[in-house]
């Protein structure tokens, strides 16, 4: 069996990184990459089985870390069930808002794919699967914690309009310090949503 070449690996990754970033993935060419990197389409597949694979590998490490990142957040994010509950999601909100951001400028090249460039991939959706993901536990959370007259439908449009924040930003700002000024101020407008929330599920609850 011949042995596979390693030192390939690098520009092959590199070219992929090069085009998927300036196509997307759909526009993306396997043949392309192979020209970018100096190896034969043969050498790629030998290495990843499709070009789904090949983006995959290249979202690999900012996917692994966002997944860890949202189980640590998911237990502070839930932890308070005491009266002033808008207070405590606030905090928990801002500390979430900036871990994020650190993450994505940690990563930013593999986020602007994720976020940007992923249409026709199978991560295409992976984002709004978070989203979702948060919209559930959400609901359960405050099933959990009395808000029985709260609106779901206004729960998950605020919490869908919060992490879309951060595809805005991803998309438009390339510079860390500025998208922290932009996210505080969009999160100041996120939890003026929140308190609208509050305030319906409270008049909801003097209705009754």
Known sequence: MALRDH???????TAARQEFSAKGYSSASLRKIAEKAGVTVGAIQTRYKSKDELFGCLLEPLLREIEALFQNTKAEYYASTDADLLTALKVSMQHESAAILHLIFDHYEEAVLLLCRSTGS????????IVQSKIKESIVFFRNSGFTGMDEKLLGLLISAQFDSYRRIVSE????????????ALMAYH????????ESVNKSREDK
């Open 7 to 13: 030192t390939l690996d690098n520009k092959i990754i």
């Open 173 to 184: 700002c390339t510079d860390r310090k500025a998208a922290e000024t932009y996210m505080d």
């Open 191 to 198: 939890i003026g949503g929140w308190s609208a929330f509050f």
């Open 122 to 129: 199978s991560f295409e959706h992976y984002f709004e699967g």
